[in-house]
């Protein structure tokens, strides 16, 4: 191009961010023998290598409920994770949901919490 000429749309211009700029929010509600044999202490190791911000929480039905921010491919690492062999306990059942990063400040105040 010349002189006054401009790019088209969508050409010349800065690429939009990547997918794995983006955060999002991980809730998953983990049922089975998943109290009382380390498994928030390990979910808690393995977001942290992943670089996921968030908690893990025991509820009073014997759930562990975890919530994870983070990048994409970090949150869907850890959902794998969780119904893995390598988690403490038995996992008989989970469940989850992932939405908007802002869905709860929560988990977005850094570090990952264990309660």
């Known amino acids: ?30 049922r089975g023998d998943v109290q009382g044999v380390g498994f928030r202490y390990w979910v808690r190791r393995r977001a942290l290598a992943l670089g996921l911000t968030g908690s893990a929480t025991n509820l009073a039905g014997g759930e562990v409920e975890v919530i994870a921010v983070g990048a994409p491919p970090a949150c869907a690492a850890l959902l794998e994770a969780l119904r893995g062999p390598d988690a403490p306990g038995r996992v008989g059942n989970l469940t989850h949901r992932i939405g908007a990063a802002t869905d709860g400040v929560a988990a977005d105040a850094g570090g990952f919490a264990v309660g």
Request: hydrophobic letters at 40%; a negative charge.
């Open 1 to 30: 191009m010349t002189g006054g000429d401009r790019a088209p749309a969508g050409e010349g211009a800065d690429p939009p961010p990547a997918a794995s700029a983006e955060r999002v929010r991980l809730t998953a509600w983990v």
